[in-house]
């Protein structure tokens, strides 16, 4: 089945109070069901299919963005305790997005041109914190249990090691756990896989793609509304952003997210091949976290679906998405009974992209 849903989201009421909080971040998401699905029959390295998920799960539409990170940073960075910044955020040309000024306690972060790209140099430990953030309602404040270091994962000042699962129960809130980095199943899921109608049985079958662009024919890279493109490098050495084969240190290769705008998965995601490699669950290697879907600097055959990477560090072509559980729009009445509190709490800024 496939659904788009939007959270604007909305309101919560966090545990042991009554507390209403307006999430300033909100994301457009794409309902995965279709669940038990077979995994892809093709192997890996010698790993088994993967893709098979047995429940519905939402996953963000696009990856997250530096308007989005950018609030997160004026969240809870103001003292920057555990490196949610990268200083190559705002000197590394070829992705640069976001500055930062002031002294460590005053930094403040301020988004640099299209707000609407991917936010890049961060690794597997800041987007389980903005997952963190996320699910704690937004908070804004130090890093600490409150924000960024309990809630979905329970990190506490780490910054290495795989030891870290996701929560079924936000400690903070009594809940279960609504945001998410994707696992590895729940990622691929949502990129390559497709219910289609057979022509022999007339029967609905599942099957994958090779490419996140619902095609077995790799993409081209010209951005806007043809079908099947995707931010990457094409064999002749091609960069989407210039359409040039020539390598500038001061271009930036960046495109904004959902930028190919007839070029979604089956369920409706956009960029899952190219632009940047996106952070999943996999534990690789003992000591690394898995990346899947290529980048504005790789060719097509790390957008395929038989292709990963894995890795610690934080580079100008890693990103994010999250995934979720999203709460079902209020009703109507609701929305009626919960106007008082939206007044009386003001109107504050929403940033969706």
Known sequence: ????????????????????????????????????????????????????????????????????????????????????????????????????????????????????RPVTYVSWFDAARFANWMANGQRTGVQDGTTTENGAYSLWGANSGVNFTKNAINPNTSAATTYWIPSENEWYKAAYYEVVDDPESGEQIGKYWLYPTRS????????????????????????????????????????????????????????????????????????NRGLRGGSWSDKKIAMESTSSFFSQSEQDNYGFRVAGSVVPEPSTAGLILLGGAVYWLGRRRKVAL
């Open 1 to 116: 089945m496939k659904i788009i849903r939007t959270a604007t989201v909305v309101l919560g009421i966090l545990a042991l109070g009554t507390t209403l909080i307006r999430a300033e971040v909100s994301f457009v998401w794409a309902r995965i069901g279709d669940i038990n699905n077979a995994p892809d029959p093709r192997n890996m390295d010698n790993v088994p299919g993967i893709g098979s998920v047995s429940y519905v799960y939402d996953i963000a539409s696009t990856a997250v963005t530096l308007n989005q990170y950018t609030e997160f940073l004026n969240a809870v960075a103001k003292t920057d305790s555990y490196g949610l910044y990268n200083t190559n955020m705002a000197t590394e040309l070829n992705s640069a997005g976001i500055a930062r000024v002031g002294e460590n306690g005053s930094y403040t972060y301020t988004v640099i041109g299209s707000g609407l």
């Open 216 to 287: 077995d024919t790799a993409p081209g890279n010209l951005i806007g509304d043809a079908e099947n493109q995707a931010n990457y490098k094409s064999d002749g050495g091609v960069y989407s952003v210039t359409q040039s084969a020539v390598y500038s240190e001061s271009q930036n290769y960046l495109s904004d997210v959902g930028a190919f705008t007839n070029s979604e998965s089956y369920y409706v995601t956009y960029d899952q091949g190219g632009n940047v490699w996106e952070w999943n669950d996999a534990v690789i290697r003992e000591i």
